[in-house]
């Protein structure tokens, strides 16, 4: 990549051994064994869910009698608060991802392939955009690829701009021009995905670990972890610290050393009080979790999850009830509307906890919090969102419980009040304004 | 039932159901009480709402289990599931808390309360006290016409709303718009719901977001409601209805379901269209003239209408008695029971159905051809089932609007099978639909004009019904060798029969829906000639013919003569009074044909409604509307159904029947004699008559039962929460008078009586503890969405009941050899020579401004009774002339002028083609004609102009078969 932040040109990704996995793989390596060299690889989606990327391929039906067409899509929809990984490999190094576009889509036979695009990523649909005319004209794209019988074409479609569409059900819903609506599983979108035909949906990260592993071999890629899992990741860090950013590290690198190492460290007179591991819709942890590998399993022991893998980080100037706020505040606001415990509850819990912020807090309402935390459960909700959504909101009312309970005691936030913001208007006041 | 059964546990307890269903349905079908709001049974589910969670158990050693949404997990052999479960109970009665917080609470100004499945779940849930303490959102309302009110503060998100109305009834204008709890539906901007089937909202809306606006008029509550089950009277598929009464007064019309006719939904002219009974009512005569005198002690007031009834009763007795001839003019709208009172009276000979002459031929050749047609008679549940659909030459929207709803269902049921092979179960809405998209359709409409249907469609064919009875020929012809050849066809049209009969030759279940609005008795024979030939080819086809009224085919049944018969004995002298019954001859014949008869003879007018005809009778009686009285109706299938009174016949009018019975006795009797009581009400007496002087109609017998016959206590029209009984005519009267009684029905004009399980076809309300609100009906199911208890054999004048309730594919049948088809009747093909003999040449000369005339059947507006109810009336399309731009050119006519067009019968219109000048002889002699303005349609054929059907201004157009168009004079333009 380019310091200067740069898009790596056709001629510069080729020059570096781009696109070498997708000849190996079309010369030498049937649909098949790309899916296995990816389960062996142990590469897991890099977009939050962490499912294992080769199990997902391999539901996908392949052969003459395998229903027509597939598609696969590119989940570049990055709305989780606080992540922005796909970013820099969108706008930066676009080749890598169209490479692993196409090795994907070879091995699950699909001939289109859809990038879903954030609305705001207006530099990187430039960026993809002359891209994919590169890959087009190098014969990577379109039909008979390099010569091969295997024709893949990729469209570019920018999202209606909704955090839901990052849920690949209802990305599939909004690809169609229906409501951002997310779908029931089973069917699973391997069989009946994008306009009822086998689909696989992917984040952006996941397939630019594909090349690599097509290139250089299982044992390279697990060589690269820490962990039981493959490769790298892409880890970020947002908040008080000295050099926020991103930076690409072994998959199992601690939390204290992205933090300490990489992102330089808290700011001066700042002190660590809490971090989201990976995105907003992770569970807090506290400093005591600094020495926890970022990977899978470990973040989950420590009861939270790796996510994106971006960390938001809470100082002690900020208002945790504020921050929680601000939060739910967004999942209350994005919430499709489809069932009833993401739209009525988010938006009550958001209601509270603004009432607890603004000095209007109730004894019982601590107890309506966590009552939402318990039943916006898994499977309980239709999709992850609210799941998702509660997943802050239970650990800080467990990590910061004093700071609720004297919200709520004292009529008041003291971080409101050391801003000098003064009191929230309240009641008649609150009502006029 | 088709499918086997599986053992699904319940609280640990074994129980069997069906396979295929979802746990939602199970439980519903088990009789647990599982709360819901997304999921409708003709909707299937989508696992929005999340009210129905349950526990669902891996297997008995399983304690912790986990929450699953019933309506979204299949209930296979083994599943276990606790509803009782503290957890499931906890997040059940959370979901109803979240939907109260911006519930607002406005139950007691709340059209809807009372029968609101809201306020029933959440009874059910348990949810009573109020957490949240924050502001409730508002939003906007909308005016959306006539027949449907706009609340949406009450809106709990279910999106059954749009899930009925976009993708079972196909509705363009209602949409979800925003997201999170501003979820809001409506249209993108105020004005008239377009769906013909809106009104369905008021039922699939949980609570009081979408009401009834005609309701709201004259708005009582629900309870108080007295009802009965009725019969459709807009038009001649026979849907099933509950109507329902407070204070003499009709207030609304309910789906009353039935598995193969309406199903779960009506169209909006049946929903809306009984506020005819609050306009142009014939009112009972008053006045010293016709009132015996009174007593000097004045008994109750109540007697002295029927004091008028009877001395109206002797005047028409005297009126008779002074005729030189009678001949009496029956009716397709009017009950069997009242037709054939009057062809009692008159005689079978001086009888007529009361029809046009050209529809009483038409008519007769479909009951001829429903008689005799091989296959079953289909239902719009038949079309729904039906994997092929060649609708020939009709627009079923305007023929038969339930079945245009029907026809929409096939594609999404032919998808079901393939869903399967994806895993998708029946009732996972979303992905059938997903599946579907895919698929083809297998509808094919041939027809003269765009139609609703058109781009549900896989195949659309432009033709005129001619061309359309050529095509079906040929169809026939394609099928079956034996079948006659049409002659006279492209090699265009020749592709298209092919294309056809091959669609139909793969199908399992293949479906043929013609109809006499068509105006064309051969395209009724190629209909009959293709299902012959689909049986012969061992495919079991269902047809189905639709019919303008409800009892057009009991009504032909009783009499195949038309109106001119009544019009012939005037003429000749034999006749020169005219008993009409229910009837306005202005829809009849055209007026200068009306204007002779009725200068030849005096007329006595029966009827409920105040119609020009009525307007011009020597004597008018006051019959009692469908509400006030009991009467059987025969519809397109042949089968009887009978409604009931919903509430006794206003002071002075009796059932039609009931005066022409009257009238005859008078006639024997003298007139101040008094009559001896007879053993069984003479209903009775007039039924055993009918079954043995008409065996098609034997099966009145079955549907036909008094009080006496019922024998068990009288079935309560008025609800047990019905309020106010004692209060209600306190003004005038203190005392509590005895409920009327009614020795002719099982029902009684009363709370008490039988309280158990009626027979289906009596089911007066949806009702059960608890259920409060139209989702009662899952109490009253066999099978969720399929037959209801206790429902009896159909009573049928033609054609086979449907004996499998499963809808087996004939062709496994006759794989495993259990087929017992030797009962088939043994008619042979009909010859299309007669297309020739006597259709003039088409198309016609354009020059000589002589058009084939068809008439357009609209939902609004083209039926009688329904367009004086003001939410149908409002919707009518503004009448025009549509003519093809080749003939426009020829005419020299522009899109959006004015023309006249005239009426002219087959005769003229012949003498015009073979005269060698411009002239029309005779052109203005039927009095037929109407100034309207001039559509040009590209699609519509050669040589045909279309005018609408039934309209009040010319109602009459249906009796001609060709229209002179011309330019207006000036002044009139």
């Known amino acids: 990549m380019h310091a200067d932040g740069r898009p790596v040109s056709l001629a510069e990704y080729e020059a570096a051994g781009g696109y070498r996995a997708l000849r190996r793989a079309l010369a030498e390596l049937p649909p098949a064994e790309v899916t296995a060299l990816v389960k062996d690889s142990r590469l897991r989606g890099r977009g939050g869910a962490g499912f294992p990327t080769g199990g997902k391929w391999g539901f996908v039906p392949l052969g003459p009698e395998a229903p027509r067409p597939k598609y696969l899509l590119v989940n570049a929809d990055e709305m989780e608060p606080g992540t922005f990984k796909d970013r820099l490999l969108l706008e930066n190094d676009p080749h890598l991802l169209i490479e692993g576009v196409a090795l994907a889509a070879y091995a699950i036979e699909a001939e289109t392939a859809f990038l879903f695009l954030r609305q705001e990523y207006k530099r990187a649909a430039a960026v993809l955009r002359q891209a994919l005319a590169e890959a087009r004209a190098a014969g990577y794209l379109g039909r008979r690829i390099l010569g091969s019988a295997v024709d893949l074409e990729v469209h570019l479609h920018a999202s209606g701009g909704r955090y839901i569409c990052g849920e690949e059900t209802a990305l599939m819903s909004a690809l169609e021009g229906k409501r951002a609506n997310p779908r029931t599983k089973p069917p699973f979108p391997p069989i009946v995905g994008v306009w009822g035909q086998p689909t696989v949906v992917q984040n952006v990260e996941t397939l630019c670990n594909v090349p690599g592993i097509v290139a250089h071999g299982v044992p390279w890629y697990l060589s690269l972890s820490k962990g039981k899992d493959g490769g790298t990741k892409l880890y970020g860090a947002s908040g008080r610290v000295r050099r926020p950013g991103i930076w690409e590290l072994p998959l199992g690198t601690t939390a204290g050393e992205i933090i300490a190492e990489h992102a330089g460290g808290m700011t001066p007179g700042r002190r660590l009080r809490a971090f989201l591991p990976g995105g907003a819709s992770t569970d807090f942890l506290g400093p005591e979790h600094l020495e926890v590998a970022m990977d899978f399993e470990a973040v989950q022991a420590a009861g939270s999850r790796l996510g994106t893998g971006t960390m938001i980080l809470l100082d002690d100037t900020v208002c945790p009830v504020g921050a929680t706020l601000n939060l739910i505040r967004f999942f209350a606001q994005e919430s499709c509307g489809w069932c009833t415990p993401c739209r009525d509850g988010l938006p009550w819990a958001a209601a509270t906890l603004q009432a607890i912020e603004e000095g209007r807090g109730e004894p019982d309402d601590l107890e309506i919090l966590e009552h939402h935390c318990r039943l916006l459960a898994p499977g309980f909700t239709f999709c992850a969102l609210a799941p998702g959504a509660v997943e802050p909101l239970q650990s800080a009312l467990r990590i910061f419980r004093e700071d609720f309970e004297r919200h709520i005691r004292e009529q008041r936030c003291s971080h409101r009040e050391a801003r000098g913001e003064g009191p929230a208007l309240v009641g008649a006041a609150r009502e006029k304004s | ?973």
């Not at chain 2, 032909?556 to 009409?580: C, K, Y």
């Not at chain 2, 009257?662 to 007039?686: C, F, K, M, S």
């Not at chain 2, 609004?860 to 329904?866: I, M, P, T």
């Open chain 2, 1 to 973: 039932m088709g499918e086997p059964l599986v053992k699904v546990y319940i609280e640990g307890r074994p129980h069997e159901v069906p396979a295929g269903l979802n746990l939602l349905q199970a439980s519903l079908a088990l009789g647990f009480e599982v709360p819901y709001f997304c999921w409708h049974p003709a909707l299937g589910s989508i696992g929005a709402c999340r009210q129905c969670a349950v526990k669902q158990f891996r297997d008995e050693n399983d304690t912790r289990g986990k929450i699953v949404m019933a309506c979204m997990t299949p209930a296979v052999e083994g599943t276990r599931i606790s509803i009782a479960d503290g957890e499931a109970i906890a997040f059940r009665a959370a979901v109803i808390e979240w939907l109260m917080t911006n519930h607002p609470h406005d139950c007691p100004v709340c059209d809807e309360g009372g029968e609101c499945h809201l306020q029933d779940m959440t009874q059910l849930t348990g949810h009573t006290y109020r957490r949240f303490r924050f502001r409730k959102r508002t939003f906007h309302n909308q005016s959306l016409g006539p027949a449907v009110m706009h609340e949406m503060n009450r809106c709990i998100q279910c999106y059954r709303c749009v899930r009925f109305y976009r993708d079972y009834a196909g509705g363009g204008d209602l949409h979800p718009f925003a997201l999170r709890n501003l979820t809001w539906f409506g249209r993108s901007q105020e004005g008239t719901l377009a769906s013909p089937f809106s009104g369905n909202l008021v039922e699939v809306c949980p609570t009081g977001v979408f009401t009834d606006k005609t309701l709201h008029r004259h708005y009582a509550r629900p309870w108080d409601l007295q009802t009965a089950p009725s019969i459709c009277v807009h038009c001649g598929v026979g849907c099933n209805t509950i109507a329902g009464e407070r204070y003499g007064t009709l207030r609304r019309i309910r789906n009353r379901y039935h598995p193969e006719l309406n199903g779960f939904f009506l169209c909006d002219r049946g929903r809306y269209g009984y506020e005819f009974l609050h306009y142009a009512r014939l009112e009972a005569p008053r006045g010293d003239a016709l009132r015996v005198p009174q007593e000097p002690d004045g008994e109750a007031r109540a007697s002295v209408s029927a004091q008028d009834a009877d001395a109206l009763l002797d005047r028409a007795a005297q009126f008779l008695a002074a005729s030189r001839g009678l001949a009496g003019i029956g009716s397709p709208r009017a009950s069997l029971e009242s037709n054939f009172a009057l062809r009692r009276l008159v005689g079978p000979a001086r009888f007529c159905n009361g029809l046009s002459a050209r529809q009483a031929r038409l008519a007769a050749r479909a009951a001829g051809i429903l008689r005799e047609t091989p296959g079953r008679i289909a239902s719009p549940a038949d079309i729904e089932n039906a994997d092929a659909i060649l609708v020939l030459g009709v627009d079923l929207l305007g023929a038969g609007p339930r079945f245009e709803l029907g026809a929409r269902q096939a594609a999404l049921r032919q998808a079901a099978g393939r869903a399967a092979q994806l895993g998708i179960e029946s009732w996972n809405d979303v992905f059938v639909r997903i599946v579907a998209d895919r698929e083809a359709s297998g509808l094919m409409l041939v027809s003269p004009r765009a139609t609703s249907l058109d781009r549900a469609a896989r195949e659309v064919v432009r033709a005129s019904p001619e061309e359309a009875a050529r095509l079906g020929f040929a169809i026939a012809h394609e099928l079956d060798a034996a079948a006659p050849e049409p002659g006279e066809l492209d090699e265009a049209a020749r592709g298209r029969a092919r294309a056809i009969a091959s669609a139909l030759r793969a199908a399992g279940r293949p479906a043929i829906v013609s109809g006499i609005e068509a105006g064309c008795a051969e395209l009724l024979a190629a209909t009959a000639n293709i299902a012959r030939a689909l049986a012969n080819a061992g495919r079991e086809a269902c047809l189905a013919l639709l019919v303008p009224e409800c009892n057009t085919m009991g009504v032909t049944l009783l009499s195949e003569n038309g109106i001119e018969l009544a019009a012939d004995l005037v003429a000749r002298g034999e006749a020169d009074t005219l008993i009409v019954l229910e009837n306005d001859l202005a829809r009849r014949c055209p007026p200068r044909m009306l204007a002779e008869l009725l200068g030849r003879a005096r007329l006595l007018v029966v009827d409920h409604l105040a119609t020009p005809t009525a307007a011009r009778a020597a004597l008018a009686l006051p019959a009692a509307p469908f509400s006030e009285s009991a009467g059987t109706l025969v519809n397109h299938e042949g089968r009887l159904q009978r409604h009931y009174a919903v509430h006794p016949p206003r002071p002075g009018t009796r059932p039609a029947w009931q005066w022409l019975v009257d009238l005859g006795d008078r006639a024997r009797v003298p007139a101040t004699g008094t009559r001896e009581r007879a053993p069984e009400p003479r209903i009775a007496e007039l039924w055993e008559a009918l079954a043995r002087e008409t065996p098609a109609l034997a099966a009145i017998a079955a549907v036909g039962r008094t009080a006496r016959e019922w024998g068990g206590q009288p079935i309560p029209r008025q609800p047990a929460r019905y309020s106010g009984r004692t209060a209600m005519i306190a003004h005038r009267e203190v005392h509590e008078p005895a409920p009327p009684t009614d020795p002719d029905t099982p029902f009684s004009f009363s709370m008490e009586g039988y309280p158990g399980e009626v027979p289906a076809e009596w089911i007066a309300r949806y009702w059960a503890p608890g259920w409060n609100s139209v989702q009662a009906l899952h109490r009253f199911h066999e099978e969720l969405a399929g037959p209801l208890r206790a429902s009896g054999a159909d009573a049928r004048a033609f054609g086979r009941a449907r004996n499998d309730r499963g809808h087996q594919d004939p062709r496994d049948e006759r794989a495993d050899g259990t087929r017992t088809g030797g009962a088939r009747p043994a008619g042979g093909f009909a010859r299309p020579g007669s297309l020739r003999a006597d259709a003039l040449p088409s198309p016609l000369p354009a020059t000589r401004g002589i058009l084939r005339l068809l008439t357009r059947q609209e939902v609004f507006g083209s039926e009688e009774l329904s367009d004086r109810a003001p939410a149908v009336r409002e919707r009518r399309p503004e009448p025009e002339a549509v003519i093809g731009p080749e003939d426009a050119r020829a005419l020299g006519l522009s899109d959006g002028g004015c023309v006249r067009v005239i009426g002219i019968d087959g005769e003229t219109a012949a003498e015009a083609c073979a005269a060698s000048d411009a002239s029309v002889p005779g052109a203005a002699g039927l009095g037929l004609v109407w100034l309207l303005p001039l559509r040009i349609d590209p699609t519509l054929p050669a040589g045909h102009v279309v005018v609408p059907a039934g309209y009040r201004e010319q109602p009459a157009w249906e009796t001609v078969a060709y229209a002179r168009v011309e330019k207006p004079q000036e002044e009139e333009a």
